[in-house]
């Protein structure tokens, strides 16, 4: 069963644009949500991450909006640049003494010129 | 802080041989964990450590893979007999609180 869906699977995007990137949780208990950027042949690198008692958290051009009652969060990409070229993967935890991260399917970001 | 290392970084196998992976995590965690990554897909979580207890298992985790972490510190994954299908790359990653820092993976392919 996958407890975290997002989308979409792949996004083109011109440069200085922003970029989307949804995702949405079915599992209630879940306490804990970060976002994750991969490069081909590179480990995750956490970007940002938000707990559920907050609605928005801002790291420079990076913004998660978070919708408890929707079970949803997403991520924006401000001024989007050919470096943010990369897979983006939304992920889920619950709280402390469950300490599995599930991830989203991976959004493949293209910043064109 | 020199991160989280995996090694190898590449490994090529036959299937049916046994191969063992090597995670050093960020110095003073106390957390460690397991992923396994196919192709276009995100990472599956596998097993977790707190120092030396093994804490939790997936059940992706079949009985011909084991983990240990002996001292708390380095862990190693062993995969018995390999089949094609566990061909992926293999993620390690530590933690000290809620974040969770990656290693660069160990690509396995079987042949």
């Known amino acids: 069963q996958q407890q975290v869906k997002q989308s979409p699977q792949s996004l083109i995007v011109q440069k200085g644009g922003i970029s989307i990137i949804n995702c949405a949780y079915e599992n209630t208990a879940f306490d804990y949500f970060p976002w994750y950027q991969q490069f081909p042949g590179k480990g995750p690198a956490l970007l940002i991450a938000i707990r559920p008692d907050v609605s928005e958290k801002k790291e420079g051009r990076f913004t998660i909006s978070f919708n408890k009652s929707a079970k949803q969060f997403s991520l924006h990409i401000m001024d989007s640049q050919p470096g943010d070229s990369a897979t983006y993967f939304c992920a889920a935890r619950p709280g402390f003494g469950n300490e599995k991260l599930t991830f989203g399917t991976g959004t493949r970001l293209t910043i064109i010129p | 802080d020199t991160g989280v290392s995996q090694d190898p970084r590449h490994k090529i196998t036959k299937r049916g041989q046994n191969v063992t992976f090597r995670c050093d995590p960020i110095s003073e965690h106390n957390r460690l964990y397991w992923y396994r990554q196919t192709l276009g897909q995100g990472p599956e979580f596998l097993t977790y450590?707190?120092?030396?207890?093994?804490?939790?298992k997936s059940r992706l985790l079949s009985d011909r893979f084991s983990a240990e972490r002996p001292k708390g510190s380095f862990s190693t994954l062993e995969i018995q007999r390999t089949e094609q299908g566990d061909s992926a790359m293999y993620l390690c990653a530590s933690s000290s609180s809620w974040t969770q820092y990656f290693g660069p993976g160990t690509r396995l392919t079987v042949l």
């Open positions: 450590f707190q120092n030396e207890a093994q804490l939790e």
